[in-house]
């Protein structure tokens, strides 16, 4: 992964939409990820923090390391820590590829929203598991867009979806990745797999996940490749305004939106 093949981009906005993400998801996704005192813990791809601070809280006296390809990313990873107080972290610029620690360092190995922007995540798998010592565990967490539904359906508001998935494998990621960790974690060696599916429902008796998830995760990720989008002719202008407006649409009194993320678990 180069710092320029994250399709999101690194704008201030989608530094915002990672944080509101994390807020939102905290209790579905990390409620049962709890490190040991004393343990040395790497978090892959730390991007700017979002995931960290919650980490670290859950694990206040564990010692974590965290990592990005990106400088400016780690930059804002240790502001974002440092105005919550974290004292339990250590950041660092890294390239995941060419990790400068050595063979059985971390006790465990933690990645979120990572492998999906990866020409090769097996190949970073196999990596990683070098890294930890016999009987440590990793934890792998991912979405899938094509885990997405809705209603009130609508044709545009797929097709935008779709265009984030295409322009994302376009980058050299996979934004289905999913569904495949069970195979991705086995096929580099880890034993005891197991994958949790962690669907986020939303309907409006849930106003909190309707603007946190919904408008500020969801919709706002798929709105932030418009250009991308609408350069290379994948949409019209005028079709992919409707798309934007439809997802905005199940935000309604009477609408609904589904998807999943995947949580694996293997141990080295």
């Not at 400016?72 to 610029?93: D, H, L, M, P």
């Not at 009987?135 to 508001?157: L, N, Q, R």
């Not at 996979?174 to 939303?202: C, D, H, K, T």
């Amino acid at each position: 992964m180069t710092a320029n093949s994250y399709v999101h981009g690194y704008s201030a906005g989608e530094a915002k939409r990672l944080g509101d993400q994390a807020r939102t998801l905290t209790d579905l996704l990390h409620h049962d990820t709890r490190y040991p005192a004393g343990c040395r813990v790497l978090e892959a791809g730390c991007g700017t923090g979002a995931q960290t601070v919650i980490l670290a809280k859950n694990s206040p006296n564990a010692e974590i390391v965290s990592i990005d390809i990106s400088p400016e990313s780690v930059r804002r990873a240790e502001e974002r820590a440092k105005a919550e107080g974290i004292k339990n972290v250590k950041f660092q610029a890294a390239d995941l590829f060419s990790l400068p620690f050595a063979p059985g360092s971390f006790d465990h190995v933690f990645v979120c929203f990572v492998l999906e922007h990866l020409p090769d995540p097996g190949r970073a798998l196999c990596t990683l598991r070098t890294l930890v010592k016999p009987g440590g565990t990793i934890t792998v967490i991912e979405g899938d867009h094509g885990s997405a539904y809705f209603h009130p359906d609508s044709t545009a508001a797929r097709r935008a979806i779709r265009c984030l998935v295409d322009l994302q494998k376009e980058a050299g990621g996979n934004a289905l990745i999913g569904r495949e960790l069970y195979p991705l974690l086995v096929s580099a060696g880890f034993s005891a797999v197991q994958v949790s599916p962690r669907m986020v429902y939303v309907d409006a008796s849930r106003p909190a996940l309707v603007e946190g998830f919904t408008k500020q995760t969801f919709t706002a990720m798929v709105a932030g490749v418009r250009d991308e989008a609408i350069k290379k002719g994948m949409m019209t202008p005028a079709e992919w305004e409707r798309g934007i407006e439809d997802l905005y649409r199940t935000c309604g009194p009477d609408g609904v939106f589904c998807y999943t993320f995947f949580k694996a678990v293997g141990t080295v």
